[in-house]
């Protein structure tokens, strides 16, 4: 079973699954209004997002790890030919907010591994 990890501020741990962020903000692979999670392969990846996309001072608060074990039958693997060809762009694409949208609401799988 894979591993995947989520970091977030202390504060947040309680509702740090609950997808309400994204849902309210949208990310790169939602449109607002769906919720999502979003976790990382590695506790390494997990830190260079938060460092990549958190406020400066924000990196002063307490944080925390989540690590989450994951059935291989619950983790859909998508080639990177399958996505939209903008999806690295930087702020993200609309599509790949109508790619990760769909699959959301599709819901064949408890997560998207890209």
């Known amino acids: ?5 989520r970091i977030v501020q202390e504060h947040w741990a309680a509702t740090a699954l609950d997808g309400e ?6 990310g790169r692979w939602n449109s607002p209004g769906v919720a999502a999670v979003y976790l ?3 506790r390494a ?4 997002e938060i460092l990549v996309h958190a406020p400066r001072e924000a990196l002063r608060l307490n944080w925390i790890v989540i690590e989450l074990e ?4 619950l983790v859909e693997k998508v080639s990177p030919t399958k996505l939209p060809p ?4 930087q702020p993200s694409s609309r599509q790949a907010q109508i790619f990760g949208t769909r699959w959301l609401r599709d819901y064949q799988n408890l997560s998207l591994l890209l």
């Open 45 to 48: 990846l997990a830190a260079l």
């Open 70 to 73: 994951v059935p291989d039958s």
């Open 40 to 42: 990382a392969e590695s």
């Open 21 to 26: 962020g994204a849902r309210l903000y949208g």
């Open 1 to 5: 079973m894979p591993l995947f990890y």
């Open 86 to 89: 903008e999806w690295r762009l």
